[in-house]
């Protein structure tokens, strides 16, 4: 089987999807490696590193003409897609719950969809192949350092003979994956860490890497399935605005983290909690997406700066701006699902197994993903409204 790296054509984009160190590896496991020219170099990785490491450097047609699956890091653009033959797969972060008109266009197509984001991420066996854990954490680093540069201050306690000063206040608001990565970023530039989740069990978590955890008296925990939160009812969304307000006011640095699988990020400051606090104060809206975010009028990929002096900047695709960490930790967790779909040197479809069932989206002509078929016969997608 032969494996194809396309170079990624989204804005900002700097990731790949295959990094030269692991070609190695697959060409062990009997797959060959073909790599578009240029596939790596915004991520640091040049064409004759991939070829020395033993693949192929091609061009875009001699990727879809010849590789039987493409890898790819965000969803395939349409050229692609309009390019790939019946028979072949593609393998990435395809999003089917967000865009499950895209996986249903795959189907059709008769191409194997295999997407990274379904992966059932508490599994220990599961864990070398978790892209959005590796992700999130490359992105909750980047968040902390996006925050400090746009803050007018400093992080840390500085006593100089200038004078002295105190250290930032920050407050990351849930601490999943990449909110704990914020929380240890930032407590080693030196500003003191407060930080809160709607699951009480991250109490810990955080505790042990320096911060204060603020347990909220309105909202009981909401542990959702998987690891993960469950949507807030409204009353408990609104009680839940009113009650961070006051700490939000507290704070010099909010970052935001809050995602619901499958639904819209949580509104967690809202207008009044941005108007309260102090002008010099830094938003950074990790959750900021075009269907809203977890700050009011966040924008993604965008900074904006409010009347009262607070700089919000709705966080793009951080993981593609520290893109030779982001593309290697990928690449890892690519190369870890190929090797465990591959039998005798080929894609050995079986979604009895449960890793499998998790990430095969489409596969024979149909949507194959339970959760993405409930999407498509339902005939909804994205979440439901604040
Ligand atoms: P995520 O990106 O879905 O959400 C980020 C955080 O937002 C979560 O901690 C969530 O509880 C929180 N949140 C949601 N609604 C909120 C609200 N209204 N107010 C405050 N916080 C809110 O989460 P994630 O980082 O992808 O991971 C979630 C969980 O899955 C974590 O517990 C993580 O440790 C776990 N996980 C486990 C494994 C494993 O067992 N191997 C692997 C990956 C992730």
């Not at 975010?293 to 965008?302: D, F, H, L, Q, T």
């Amino acid at each position: 089987m032969k494996v194809g790296v396309v170079k990624e054509n989204a804005p900002g984009e700097r990731r790949v999807a295959l990094v030269p160190e692991m070609i190695a590896r697959l060409r062990d496991a009997g797959l060959d490696v073909l790599v578009e020219s240029g596939a790596g170099a915004a991520a640091w990785f040049a064409d004759s590193s991939y070829a020395e490491a033993g693949a192929s450097i091609v061009t875009r047609r001699e990727l879809l003409e010849d590789a039987d699956l493409i890898v790819t890091v965000g969803r395939p653009d349409d050229q692609l897609v309009a390019g790939l033959a019946a028979g072949k797969a593609v393998l990435g972060m395809l999003n089917p719950l967000a865009d499950p008109a895209f996986a249903a266009a795959l189907a059709e197509r008769g191409v194997t969809a295999i997407s990274l984001d379904g992966l059932p991420r508490t599994l220990p066996r599961a864990q070398s192949m978790d892209a959005l854990t590796s992700q999130a954490n490359v992105a909750g680093y980047k968040a902390a350092l996006v925050a400090a540069t746009a803050f007018g201050r400093y992080f840390p306690l500085l006593i100089t003979a200038a004078g002295t000063a105190r250290p930032a206040k920050l407050l990351v608001l849930g601490t999943g994956v990449a909110g704990l990565q914020a929380i240890g970023t930032a407590r080693r530039l030196g500003a003191v860490v407060s930080a809160y989740d709607v699951r009480p069990q991250t109490k810990s978590e955080v505790e042990s890497l320096g911060a204060a955890f603020i347990e909220l008296t309105s909202v009981a925990g909401a542990a959702g399935g998987g690891g993960y939160a469950r949507e807030l009812t409204a009353d408990e969304r609104q009680a839940q605005q009113a009650e961070l307000t006051g700490h939000i006011a507290r704070h010099d640095i909010v970052i935001t983290t809050a995602q619901v699988p499958g639904r819209r990020p949580p509104l967690l400051l809202t207008d009044d909690a941005v108007k309260a606090m102090a002008a010099g104060s830094v938003v950074v809206d990790m959750a900021a997406s075009p269907l809203g975010g977890n700050v009011a009028n966040s924008v993604p990929g965008e900074t904006v700066v409010t009347e009262n002096g607070v700089t919000i900047i709705g966080a793009g695709n951080l993981a593609a701006t520290v893109p030779t960490a982001a593309s290697s930790a990928f690449a890892r967790n690519v190369s870890a699902l190929l090797l465990h779909m591959v039998a005798g040197g080929a894609l050995a479809i079986d979604t009895s197994d449960e890793i499998q069932a998790g990430v095969v989206i489409a596969h024979g002509g149909s949507v194959v993903h339970a959760a993405t078929a409930a999407l498509l016969a339902a005939g909804t997608a994205g979440g439901t409204p604040q």
